[in-house]
């Protein structure tokens, strides 16, 4: 059972370069979120989507653009790296209505 | 006011002992709640789900207070394995099904 899937797993990136996260659920989930979290903090919600071809910012959007063209797969863009977007980032998904939220493995960028 | 506020901690408790955490929210329309565990570096993995006013499976009890609009969780009989950070989490109902995680509340349980 994969569930949700996160590639790359680890990423370095220098500034300015621009890069796509993808995460890809298996549960046929309508709601998809992307977030960051930072050394000894929580998770900060950067976009989701309810739907297919739907997306909304979170908290944190600034930096990051996302799209949603297949019900699967949720990509996340960073158009042009900044050290401030060193970070771990997570994927998760979950059914529609208020349902367990299920979460990729991670992915953790570095910016330097 | 955060749309979810956690204890801070870090709370630093002994093995075998019993440990509260609490979780503000701040959508008085929020109809589900859930507690996640997350070990360092790894990805989040729920640990209880709050429909109503409480549920209980084993060492851990989580609490729903709809009046004062908190939720809570408590362990007892502490293990060492219990060490992690526990996240609240409250989906929002007027954002469809945004959901927002509480900061975390670190536990270290000592031997």
């Known amino acids: 059972n994969a569930g949700v899937t996160q590639t790359p797993k680890f990423r370095v990136l220098k500034t300015g370069q621009s890069m796509t996260l993808l995460c890809a659920q298996d549960m046929n989930h309508e709601y998809m979120y992307w977030y960051r979290q930072d050394p000894g903090m929580g998770l900060r919600l950067i976009h989701y989507?309810?739907?297919?071809?739907?997306?909304a910012k979170g908290e944190v959007p600034d930096g990051y653009n996302v799209s949603r063209l297949k019900k699967q797969n949720f990509l996340l863009g960073l158009e042009s790296a900044a050290p401030s977007q060193t970070s771990v980032y997570f994927c998760a998904s979950s059914g529609a209505g208020f349902t367990e939220a299920f979460f990729g493995q991670g992915t953790r960028l570095t910016v330097v | 006011r955060k749309e979810v506020e956690q204890d801070p901690g870090p709370f630093n408790v002994p093995e075998g002992a019993t440990v509260a955490f609490n979780c503000t929210y701040s959508?008085?329309?929020?109809?589900?709640f859930f507690w996640y565990r997350q070990d360092c570096r790894k990805e989040p993995k729920l640990l209880m789900s709050?429909?109503?006013s409480g549920n209980e499976d084993g060492r851990f009890t989580a609490q729903l207070n709809r009046a004062s609009q908190y939720i809570s969780l408590l362990i007892r009989d502490s293990k060492l394995s219990d060490s992690a950070t526990y996240l609240c989490v409250v989906p929002l109902v007027s954002s469809a099904s945004k959901i927002i995680f509480g900061s975390g509340t670190r536990l270290s349980i000592r031997p």
């Open positions: 989507s309810v739907g297919e071809g739907t997306t």
């Open positions: 709050v429909y109503s």
């Open positions: 959508n008085s329309a929020s109809q589900s």
